[in-house]
C-alpha cells in the first residue's frame, strides 16, 4: 500500500525556502519559520512565494517531492520535479485511448456519473442534517432534476453532448450553493460559479481549494505512471493537466466543496480575511490561505464517507483509487 505523506503549503508571500541537511526551511526576513524533515513530504505548493535555493530543488528531485509554483490567485506557473518514473507502456495505451472517441466516451461518462452522484450527496446531507433552516422545496428539485441528468448522461453519443451535459449539472447544483451557506449569509453569497479571477468570496475560496486538490491528483496520476496532461473529457491544451482535471470532476464537490462550507459555517474564515482588487478579482490574504490550506491538510489526512466509493476514504486514498481505475481500465 502507498504511504500517504504531507503536502507543504506556503502561503506567505516572502517566504523563502532553503535546506538544512535533510530539512525543508521556510524563512521570512532572515529568519527560520519552519522546518520539516523532506522525508514527511511527498509535494511543496507555493503561493507568490520569494523564491527556493538551489540546494533545496536539489534535495526535492533527489526525494522525489514535487515542488510547485503558483501566483497569489493559483495559476499554474511551474513545477521543479525530479526524474520521470512511470509505466511508459500504460503511458503510451492512454494516449491511444484519448484519440479513441468511444473510448474516451466511457471514461468521461464516469467522472461526470461520480461528480452527480457526489454533487447529490454534499446537498442531501444538508437537507438531511437542517431540514428547518434550508428551502427544502428547491434543493428537492435540483436533486430531482440532478438524478435526471444522470440517466440523461448514460444515453450520451458523443463527447460534446456530454460536456454540454456537465455544464449543465454544474449549473444546476451551484444554483443551490447559497443553501449550504448557514452562516455569515450575506457576506459568503454566490451569484454564479466564477473565476480567472474569482469575484467574490466563496468563488475566492473554492478555486483556492480547487488549486490545493489538483496538486494532489496530479501527483496520484504520476505516481501509477499515468500523463496527468493527456485526459479524456477536458481537451488537450498545452500546459494543462487534462486528465488531472477529469479526476477533479468527481472529488470536488466531496472534498473541496463541503470544506470550503464548513470553513464558512464554521466562522474559520470571515469576510475580513479576503481582499478585493482594483479591477474586481477576490483573493484570499495570507492568514486566510494558510488556515484554508492547513484544513485541507487536515482532510487529506483523515477519513470521511465518500457516496460514490461506498466507504471511508480520505483524498489521498480516493485520488490514488481513482487513478487505479483508470490504469486497470487499460
Not at 130 to 148: K, M
Not at 228 to 241: I, S, V
Not at 321 to 327: D, K
Request: net charge positive; glycine share 6%; charged share 25%.
Amino acid at each position: 500500500m502507498k504511504k500517504l505523506l504531507n503536502t507543504l503549503y506556503v502561503t506567505m508571500p516572502e517566504a523563502y525556502l532553503a535546506r538544512e541537511g535533510e530539512n525543508v526551511l521556510i524563512k521570512a526576513k532572515n529568519e527560520i519559520k519552519f522546518r520539516v524533515p523532506v522525508h514527511n513530504l511527498e509535494g511543496i505548493v507555493c503561493f507568490g512565494f520569494a523564491g527556493a535555493s538551489p540546494s533545496l530543488m536539489q534535495l526535492c528531485c533527489e526525494r522525489g517531492v514535487v515542488l510547485s509554483f503558483l501566483t497569489e490567485y493559483g495559476k499554474f506557473m511551474g513545477r521543479v520535479t525530479g526524474r520521470v518514473s512511470g509505466n511508459i507502456i500504460l503511458r503510451r495505451t492512454q494516449y491511444r485511448w484519448t484519440e479513441n472517441d468511444a473510448i474516451a466516451l466511457r471514461l468521461a461518462k464516469r467522472f461526470i456519473l461520480a461528480k452527480i452522484v457526489n454533487s447529490r450527496a454534499v446537498l442531501h446531507r444538508v437537507v438531511r442534517d437542517h431540514p428547518q433552516v434550508v428551502d427544502t422545496e428547491l434543493l428537492t428539485d435540483v436533486l430531482r432534476s440532478l438524478a435526471s441528468m444522470s440517466k440523461h448522461l448514460e444515453k450520451t453519443k458523443d463527447l460534446n453532448t456530454l460536456r454540454g451535459l456537465e455544464g449543465q449539472a454544474a449549473y444546476i447544483y451551484f444554483s443551490a450553493f447559497n443553501q449550504l451557506i448557514l452562516s455569515q449569509k450575506e457576506d459568503f453569497i454566490m451569484t454564479e460559479r466564477n473565476r480567472r479571477p474569482p469575484l467574490d468570496r466563496i468563488n475566492a475560496l473554492l478555486s483556492f481549494l480547487y488549486t490545493l486538490l489538483t496538486h494532489e491528483v496530479v501527483a496520484a496520476l504520476e505516481s501509477i505512471g499515468l500523463d496527468p496532461q493527456a485526459g479524456f473529457l477536458h481537451k488537450d491544451r498545452p500546459g494543462r493537466q487534462s486528465l488531472a482535471l477529469d479526476v477533479m470532476e468527481e472529488l470536488r464537490p466531496h472534498f473541496a466543496d463541503r470544506l470550503g462550507v464548513t470553513l464558512v459555517n464554521r466562522n474559520q474564515v470571515s469576510s475580513g480575511g479576503f481582499i478585493i482588487k482594483e479591477n474586481g478579482a477576490v483573493v484570499m490574504d495570507d492568514k486566510t490561505k494558510k488556515r484554508s490550506a492547513h484544513c485541507m491538510a487536515e482532510t487529506k489526512a483523515g477519513q470521511d464517507h465518500a457516496p460514490i466509493f461506498g466507504r471511508k476514504s480520505s483524498i489521498g486514498t480516493c485520488s490514488l483509487h481513482s487513478s487505479h481505475v483508470i490504469s486497470k481500465t487499460y
